[in-house]
């Protein structure tokens, strides 16, 4: 039956190996089963791959607002299954998240901790329109998320490369009085292109007010 198989498959990775069990999870294999004539149930059809291959980086699949840990959601389909290992890791650190599933709230919602920043306990600061998308600013807002009075929405409109893909690809901050940003209008000049962004501030105590 259907759950035999399940029951087989749990009680092989039951015996796998720490290292083995690594290695599934960042190959990410899919066995295709079909029913059988033979003796056994079923057979396989098929065995695919969906390894992660970007390791080097965990500061996109989660931001850290000044009220916790928000799970966040890749942008890239290659990327889909980060957010999850992080999820496990703050688990296994006893790291409570404050907010995740982001696919559910919308199908359209992706945020990518690359876009975020804390300046002071009064703003922090969102890129949108690229990689995090506005479903994944309203789902902060909307959920309370923020820890801040004010969020300032850096948005993308037509600048759509992956040198400046992230907020913190043209824009950090070297202290408490200070910050560092790329010289939109010289890049301007230079290449020909709009490489602009409209901010846009949202007032987190308005909104409560307002309730």
Same mark, same amino acid.
Do not use: H, W
């Given at each position: 039956t259907f759950q035999a198989l399940i029951d087989s498959k749990n009680a092989n990775i039951d015996e796998l190996s720490d290292k083995q069990l690594v290695n599934v999870v960042l190959? %990410?294999? /899919? &066995? /295709?089963?079909?029913? #059988?004539?033979?003796?056994r149930f079923?057979?396989? /059809?098929?065995? #695919?791959?969906?390894?992660?291959?970007? $390791?080097?980086?965990?500061?996109? +699949?989660q931001i850290t607002t000044p009220? !916790?840990?928000?799970? !966040?959601?890749?942008?890239?389909s290659q990327r889909n299954g980060e957010h999850k290992i992080m999820e496990q890791v703050f688990k296994n650190l006893n790291f409570e998240? &404050?907010?995740? %599933?982001?696919?559910?709230y919308d199908k359209d919602a992706f945020l990518e901790g690359g876009?975020?920043? *804390? *300046? %002071?306990?009064?703003?922090?600061? $969102?890129? *949108? !329109?690229?990689? =995090?998308?506005?479903?994944?600013?309203?789902? @902060?807002?909307?959920?309370? @998320?923020?820890?801040t009075r004010y969020m300032a929405l850096i948005y993308n409109e037509a600048d759509h490369t992956d040198e400046r893909s992230h907020l913190d690809t043209f824009f950090n901050i070297l202290n408490d009085k200070y910050a560092m940003v790329l010289d939109f209008n010289k890049l +301007? =000049? =230079?290449t020909k292109t709009t490489v602009e962004r409209k901010v846009f501030?949202?007032?987190n105590k308005a909104r409560d007010s307002n309730k």
């Open positions: 190959t %990410n294999p /899919t &066995i /295709t089963l079909k029913p #059988s004539k033979s003796n079923a057979e396989a /059809t098929s065995i #695919s791959f969906k390894p992660l291959g970007n $390791l080097a980086f965990c500061r996109d +699949q009220k !916790g840990i928000v799970i !966040g959601r890749m942008n890239s998240e &404050i907010g995740k %599933n982001l696919e559910e876009d975020y920043f *804390v *300046v %002071n306990k009064d703003l922090s600061i $969102l890129g *949108v !329109g690229y990689r =995090t998308t506005i479903k994944a600013a309203e789902f @902060l807002m909307e959920k309370n @998320l923020l820890g +301007q =000049t =230079t501030l949202y007032d």
